[in-house]
T-cell receptor, first 113, second 112 residues
Framework: KAGVTQTPRYLIKTRGQQVTLSCSPI?????VSWYQQTPGQGLQFLFE???????NKGNFPGRFSGRQFSNSRSEMNVSTLELGDSALYLC????????????FGEGSWLTVV | GNSVTQMEGPVTLSEEAFLTINCTYT??????LFWYVQYPGEGLQLLLK?????DKGSNKGFEATYRKETTSFHLEKGSVQVSDSAVYFC???????????FGPGTSLSVIP
């Protein structure tokens, strides 16, 4: 059974640009969530989608957005990139019910220069 | 709000030593508790979980028991190996919509 797949794995962007990251969940999983990991802030929750609807959102500015498609695949977008957006972005998937185990992908390493 | 506190380390142990990483949590409801491990350059892997009080999660020689009375979920292993060197995250899942709150992580280095 394939795990959570994230693309691209590594990317470098310039300040002011925008970036789109993609996530394919484990087959059968309908919940996809996104996290940002930085050395200073640790792991922070961005948002969670279930059946194409955002159910939960963390405390990030509106420059961070996401969506989920009918096949449960998800994308997150960051517009007007800032240096502080440099981070590892992790996608996770689960069946979507309380207490379900959440499985993480390898992450997308974003560097903003 | 809900939160997770854990010893940040770094922790350095000799091979075959006993490991304890303390984790305590604050939650309003009855969360599920997790330990995740992150090896260098990789994403997070679920190490073990417990979904209710007094449950014991175990995997690869690691154990943790959900203690509601002390709001703790300490990770233990009787004999660590060099391959256990990684960052360990204690986490809880809120009762709604799978939002996971992580502790700051504990870096473990095991030396031969």
């Amino acid at each position: 059974k394939a795990g959570v797949t994230q693309t691209p794995r590594y990317l470098i962007k310039t300040r002011g640009q925008q970036v789109t990251l993609s996530c394919s969940p484990i087959s059968g999983h309908r919940s996809v969530s996104w996290y940002q990991q930085t050395p200073g802030q640790g792991l922070q929750f961005l948002f969670e989608y279930f059946s194409e609807t955002q159910r939960n959102k963390g405390n990030f500015p509106g420059r961070f957005s996401g969506r989920q498609f009918s096949n449960s695949r998800s994308e997150m977008n960051v517009s007007t990139l800032e240096l502080g957006d440099s981070a590892l972005y992790l996608c996770a998937s689960s069946l979507g019910s309380t207490g379900n185990t959440i499985y993480f992908g390898e992450g997308s390493w974003l560097t903003v220069v | 709000g809900n939160s997770v506190t854990q010893m940040e380390g770094p922790v350095t142990l000799s091979e075959e030593a006993f490991l304890t990483i303390n984790c305590t949590y604050t939650a309003t409801g009855y969360p599920s508790l997790f330990w995740y491990v992150q090896y260098p350059g990789e994403g997070l892997q679920l190490l073990l979980k417990a979904t209710k009080a007094d449950d014991k999660g175990s995997n690869k020689g690691f154990e943790a028991t959900y203690r509601k009375e002390t709001t703790s979920f300490h990770l233990e292993k009787g004999s660590v190996q060099v391959s256990d060197s990684a960052v360990y995250f204690c986490a809880l899942s809120e009762t709604s919509y799978d939002k996971v709150i992580f502790g700051p992580g504990t870096s473990l280095s095991v030396i031969p």
